[in-house]
């Protein structure tokens, strides 16, 4: 039995990575940070970079005009290679504002052998308060799983579910290609968020940096901003090695 700490996740898995690199034809001295297949009608966004991230885990962040405090955790406990228990976890609080982000993940899971069964799928929520402590919004996301097992070869660690912000809601899910590859990523390349069937955001983890897609005003921006900090600010177990 062992209980592993996390690093921050890395620009793809180690299994990602191999798969990413023969899709393009290039060896280790040509890879570079893969980049998000942006969804449909996000042409026009301007990416923003969620800053000051690093490998920290308590710091201080910015994202446009906005900054905040956060902190996070992660860990897996494998029992004996044949199960393992994910947990992470992370804060946030905006300055001005004082909005606040908390969100927790859990999962556990059987893995025997290469195949992995979830026993209790991964299940991410978040609550977002403003700084008067009234409720601005909630994300849930659960794990996509077909018959008790994975939804499909290549992306294990799929996700969709919703953010509510009364009265808008939005879907959320996660997207596993990246540009330049017909392989789809194991982890989560980001993520897009949904209005009436129409992309009108969308977070990309693939790199070093996250960035952001999200609409330049309107009653979507706010809880958009929120979910997509609490995603690009946690420490995913699915997308970092123990």
Same mark, same amino acid.
């Given at each position: 039995?062992?209980?592993?700490?996390?690093?921050?996740?890395?620009?793809?898995?180690?299994?990602?990575?191999?798969?990413?690199?023969?899709?393009?034809?290039?060896?280790?001295?040509?890879?570079?940070?893969?980049?998000?297949?942006?969804? #449909?009608?996000?042409?026009?966004?301007?990416?923003?970079?969620?800053?000051?991230?690093?490998?920290?885990? %308590?710091?201080?962040?910015?994202?446009?005009? %906005?900054?905040?405090?956060?902190?996070?955790? #992660?860990?897996?406990?494998?029992?004996?290679?044949?199960?393992?228990?994910?947990?992470?976890?992370?804060?946030?609080?905006?300055?001005? +504002?004082?909005?606040?982000?908390?969100?927790?993940?859990?999962?556990?899971?059987?893995?025997?052998?290469?195949?992995?069964?979830?026993?209790?799928?991964?299940?991410?929520?978040?609550?977002?308060?403003?700084?008067?402590?009234?409720?601005?919004?909630?994300?849930?996301?659960?794990?996509?799983?077909?018959?008790?097992?994975?939804? #499909?070869?290549?992306?294990?660690?799929?996700?969709?579910?919703?953010?509510?912000?009364?009265?808008?809601?939005?879907?959320?899910?996660?997207?596993?290609?990246?540009?330049? %590859?017909?392989?789809?990523?194991?982890?989560?390349?980001?993520?897009?968020?949904?209005?009436?069937?129409?992309?009108?955001?969308?977070?990309?983890?693939?790199?070093?940096?996250?960035?952001?897609?999200?609409?330049?005003?309107?009653?979507?921006?706010?809880?958009?901003?929120?979910?997509?900090?609490?995603?690009?600010?946690?420490? +995913?177990?699915?997308? %970092?090695?123990?």
């Amino acid at each position: 039995m062992r209980d592993s700490k996390y690093t921050p996740r890395t620009t793809v898995t180690a299994t990602g990575l191999a798969a990413l690199m023969a899709a393009l034809g290039v060896g280790c001295a040509g890879v570079v940070s893969a980049q998000l297949a942006l969804p #449909a009608g996000l042409e026009g966004l301007a990416a923003e970079p969620v800053q000051g991230i690093g490998g920290a885990q %308590s710091g201080r962040f910015a994202l446009g005009d %906005s900054s905040g405090r956060f902190e996070r955790s #992660a860990s897996r406990l494998s029992v004996f290679e044949l199960a393992q228990q994910d947990r992470a976890a992370v804060r946030y609080t905006l300055d001005g +504002d004082g909005t606040r982000g908390q969100c927790k993940l859990r999962g556990n899971a059987l893995t025997p052998g290469i195949a992995q069964f979830p026993v209790k799928p991964t299940a991410l929520d978040c609550d977002f308060a403003r700084g008067d402590g009234t409720v601005a919004a909630r994300l849930e996301l659960r794990a996509v799983t077909t018959a008790g097992m994975s939804a #499909a070869a290549g992306t294990r660690d799929e996700r969709q579910g919703r953010l509510s912000a009364a009265p808008v809601v939005l879907e959320v899910r996660s997207i596993h290609r990246v540009q330049g %590859s017909p392989l789809p990523l194991a982890a989560p390349a980001g993520y897009e968020f949904l209005h009436d069937g129409r992309a009108v955001a969308a977070l990309e983890l693939t790199g070093t940096t996250p960035r952001l897609w999200r609409p330049a005003d309107g009653p979507l921006r706010e809880p958009v901003t929120q979910a997509a900090l609490a995603l690009a600010l946690l420490w +995913d177990p699915a997308g %970092s090695e123990p």
